[in-house]
């Protein structure tokens, strides 16, 4: 995009959404509005901010680049619920015992 200006950008990245053509790329406006969109959907929850912030900022990071990630049992099942653990292929697990289980087998 020669002579492409920062609306040109977030044009074509809205455009790519709506047309569902990204898998993999742009991972953190996949994963952050995924995750807390569905953190403030459940009307019964309490959003903690410090803590749910860097959670999904963790979630963030590791999911496209770690084959692994070890987290605490809420924050797994948003990411099953959401698919994310499939859409990045990467192993998310909060039980201890199988954690060591996915820690032995490497």
Same mark, same amino acid.
């Given at each position: 995009?020669?002579?492409? #200006?920062?609306?040109? &950008?977030? /044009? ?6 709506? $047309?569902?053509?990204?898998?993999? +790329?742009?991972?953190?406006? /996949? ?10 959907? #459940?009307?019964?929850?309490? &959003? /903690? ?11 963030? #990071?590791? =999911?496209?680049?770690?084959? &692994?990630?070890?987290? +605490?049992? $809420?924050?797994? !099942?948003?990411?099953?619920?959401? /698919? =994310?653990?499939? !859409?990045?292929?990467?192993?998310? $697990? ?6 060591? +289980? ?5």
């Amino acid at each position: 995009m020669a002579g492409a #200006n920062a609306d040109d &950008y977030c /044009k074509l990245i809205i455009q790519l959404f709506r $047309e569902d053509k990204l898998t993999n +790329e742009l991972p953190l406006f /996949k994963i952050d509005p995924s995750l807390f969109g569905l953190m403030w959907w #459940n009307k019964d929850r309490i &959003y /903690k901010d410090g803590n749910d912030t860097m959670d999904v900022l963790h979630a963030s #990071n590791a =999911l496209p680049n770690c084959d &692994y990630f070890f987290t +605490e049992k $809420e924050l797994r !099942s948003m990411i099953v619920k959401l /698919k =994310l653990d499939k !859409s990045f292929g990467g192993v998310v $697990e909060s039980d201890g015992k199988k954690v060591l +289980e996915a820690l032995n087998a490497i």
